[in-house]
């Protein structure tokens, strides 16, 4: 009987790359995504699914009431674009000046759309309900994810299932991991005040360069001597700003980075360590500083059960020829957030590019994907959630 819903998904895949494209053409950025949510919310009226608009914010939830008594099982997608110029040159290239899809979220979002509307035409396979999270701002921290579960998107939900498309694995590929997955992501920010001067005369000034500088060199330290080598971390500068003319010692420098972590304790770790070295360095040249330290989003830490069994489902896909378990990854996402509220897993979907001349990573201007892991992603959630709601009847 699962074949007629596969069989569906398949007849609707048009439908499923014509939504992506709108969507791609029609972008938004974190919590200004207010026309897209509108378009999700409208998408589900039209087909008399239940749905709750301005969730935590942008945030929209739909509900498919199966025909059987079970559990509820959730399936989340982002919408969000990011504040990038789309480069590419394809039919369906970005319209608003200064921002594009460069994650795949139009994807995600489309495959969930296609995915509810197939699933409420296959009632009859539901043993229980279906919960549908169209999530905004995961770009940005604080993110969407915590503000829609504090409005009650997991209310009564039993589990919950996510993935990624993946533009650096090929289509055909599902990428799983159990335990920590993706890393906490974390930003500082650390102002050093020094004392500004003419570039001749440095013996009367406090460089701030120079002592942004020797911070810059001994943050190295932290992972490579502090951080027990068998945990995963880093510590990036991504930014050193201190806009001079070419002959004045710098009065102030502002470096900006991440951290990223898998373990809470490595997490306060670094934070307590950035602070140290910051403040030794500082010591050492009588300067000043500015520390700020905010945490983003928690790691990603999948549940075991649920995970092998989204593992075995996608064994079954027939469009999947490789299963295997992923690295972990130091990107960060709030999925995390729903993770921590109830069992679940979040995995990646191959959508690499055929063409090498449109194979970019994610949040490059040229960024896209293989629409063929639509399918792929639809039919494996679906059957996910069909699956777990079978074998957890109550």
């Given at each position: 009987m699962y074949s007629h819903f596969m069989k569906d998904l398949e007849d609707h895949y048009e439908e499923m790359v014509d939504i992506r494209r709108y969507l791609?053409?029609?972008?938004?950025?974190?919590?200004?995504?207010?026309?897209?949510?509108?378009?999700?919310?409208?998408f589900y009226e039209r087909i008399g699914i239940e749905v709750r608009s301005n969730v935590g914010g942008n945030g929209v939830v739909a509900k498919i009431s199966g025909e059987k008594q079970g559990p509820t099982v959730a399936l989340r997608a982002d919408f969000d674009a990011l504040p990038i110029q789309d480069e590419k040159e394809v039919p369906y290239k970005s319209r608003v000046s200064g921002v594009m899809h460069a994650c795949g979220h139009d994807g995600h979002t489309a495959t969930l759309l296609v995915l509810a509307k197939v699933l409420n035409k296959h009632r009859n396979l539901l043993h229980g309900n279906i919960v549908l999270i169209h999530q905004h701002a995961e770009e940005y921290a604080p993110g969407g994810a915590y503000s829609?579960?504090?409005?009650?998107?997991?209310?009564?939900?039993?589990?919950?299932?996510?993935?990624?498309?993946?533009?650096?694995?090929?289509?055909?590929?599902?990428?799983?991991?159990?335990?920590?997955?993706?890393?906490?992501?974390?930003?500082?920010?650390?102002?050093?005040?020094?004392?500004?001067?003419?570039?001749?005369?440095?013996?009367?000034?406090?460089?701030?360069?120079?002592?942004?500088?020797q911070v810059v060199t001994n943050l190295q330290?932290?992972?490579?001597?502090?951080?027990?080598?068998?945990?995963?971390?880093?510590?990036?500068?991504?930014?050193?700003?201190?806009?001079?003319?070419?002959?004045i010692i710098a009065d102030s420098a502002t470096l900006i980075g991440t951290a990223r972590s898998f373990d809470e304790e490595v997490r306060l770790q670094i934070e307590e360590d950035i602070k140290k070295v910051v403040e030794g360095t500082c010591l050492m040249s009588d300067a000043t500083y500015h520390y700020q330290y905010t945490r983003g989003y928690p790691a990603v830490v999948n549940h075991a059960d649920e995970t092998y069994l989204l593992k075995q489902i996608a064994e079954k896909i027939p469009e999947v020829n490789v299963v295997e378990e992923s690295p972990l990854q130091m990107g960060g996402e709030d999925f995390s957030y729903y993770l921590k509220r109830v069992n679940g897993t979040f995995f990646f979907t191959g959508a690499m590019p055929e063409d090498s001349n449109r194979a970019f990573p994610h949040h490059h201007p040229k960024f896209d994907i293989n629409e063929r892991a639509l399918l792929i992603a639809a039919k494996t959630l679906g059957?996910?959630?069909?699956?777990?709601?079978l074998e957890n009847v109550n």
């Amino acid at each position: 009987m699962y074949s007629h819903f596969m069989k569906d998904l398949e007849d609707h895949y048009e439908e499923m790359v014509d939504i992506r494209r709108y969507l791609h053409m029609n972008p938004e950025v974190s919590f200004q995504e207010v026309n897209t949510a509108k378009y999700i919310t409208q998408f589900y009226e039209r087909i008399g699914i239940e749905v709750r608009s301005n969730v935590g914010g942008n945030g929209v939830v739909a509900k498919i009431s199966g025909e059987k008594q079970g559990p509820t099982v959730a399936l989340r997608a982002d919408f969000d674009a990011l504040p990038i110029q789309d480069e590419k040159e394809v039919p369906y290239k970005s319209r608003v000046s200064g921002v594009m899809h460069a994650c795949g979220h139009d994807g995600h979002t489309a495959t969930l759309l296609v995915l509810a509307k197939v699933l409420n035409k296959h009632r009859n396979l539901l043993h229980g309900n279906i919960v549908l999270i169209h999530q905004h701002a995961e770009e940005y921290a604080p993110g969407g994810a915590y503000s829609m579960i504090q409005d009650g998107c997991l209310d009564g939900v039993d589990i919950i299932f996510g993935t990624h498309l993946w533009a650096t694995e090929p289509v055909g590929k599902i990428q799983y991991k159990v335990g920590p997955f993706m890393a906490a992501a974390d930003r500082f920010e650390i102002t050093i005040n020094g004392k500004g001067g003419h570039g001749a005369q440095p013996h009367k000034t406090k460089d701030a360069i120079v002592i942004g500088s020797q911070v810059v060199t001994n943050l190295q330290q932290i992972v490579s001597r502090k951080v027990d080598p068998v945990q995963s971390a880093v510590v990036t500068v991504g930014s050193f700003v201190s806009e001079n003319a070419f002959n004045i010692i710098a009065d102030s420098a502002t470096l900006i980075g991440t951290a990223r972590s898998f373990d809470e304790e490595v997490r306060l770790q670094i934070e307590e360590d950035i602070k140290k070295v910051v403040e030794g360095t500082c010591l050492m040249s009588d300067a000043t500083y500015h520390y700020q330290y905010t945490r983003g989003y928690p790691a990603v830490v999948n549940h075991a059960d649920e995970t092998y069994l989204l593992k075995q489902i996608a064994e079954k896909i027939p469009e999947v020829n490789v299963v295997e378990e992923s690295p972990l990854q130091m990107g960060g996402e709030d999925f995390s957030y729903y993770l921590k509220r109830v069992n679940g897993t979040f995995f990646f979907t191959g959508a690499m590019p055929e063409d090498s001349n449109r194979a970019f990573p994610h949040h490059h201007p040229k960024f896209d994907i293989n629409e063929r892991a639509l399918l792929i992603a639809a039919k494996t959630l679906g059957m996910a959630a069909i699956q777990y709601q079978l074998e957890n009847v109550n």
